[in-house]
Nanobody, 117 residues
Framework: QVQLVESGGGLVQPGGSLTLSCVVS????????MGWYRQAPGKQRELVAA???????NYADSVKGRFTISRDNAKNTVYLQMNSLKPEDTAVYYC???????????WGQGTQVTVSS
């Protein structure tokens, strides 16, 4: 079965940095598009960044120039490097493996990121 396990969240001051990791097991990682989403209290879950199997990336306007998504197919891991963090980046961050063929999409359990002084 497919499992996604995130790590790297925590409390950071405004202007600080964090790197989130998501390790995927149970699927052929290299062929799957991957994404990071976030959900703040009282808000809908939103796309933060996505990376295709070929390496192309896409970002929400709110994080462009500050966040970088990357993947290491040898480690079955997708990363989200977050710089210049703002209080409005506070949310639970979720890793997502997009559906492929007849396979459904899968979510990780989420990791809390809190940006506060």
């Amino acid at each position: 079965q497919v499992q996604l396990v995130e790590s790297g969240g925590g409390l950071v001051q405004p202007g600080g940095s964090l790197t989130l990791s998501c390790v995927v097991s149970g699927s052929i990682f290299s062929i799957n598009h991957m994404g990071w989403y976030r959900q703040a209290p009282g808000k809908q879950r939103e796309l933060v960044a996505a990376i295709l199997s070929g390496g192309n990336t896409n970002y929400a306007d709110s994080v462009k120039g500050r966040f970088t998504i990357s993947r290491d197919n040898a480690k079955n891991t997708v990363y989200l490097q977050m710089n210049s963090l703002k209080p409005e980046d506070t949310a639970v961050y979720y890793c997502y493996q997009y559906p492929y063929g007849l396979n459904m999409g899968y979510w990780g359990q989420g990791t809390q990121v809190t940006v506060s002084s």
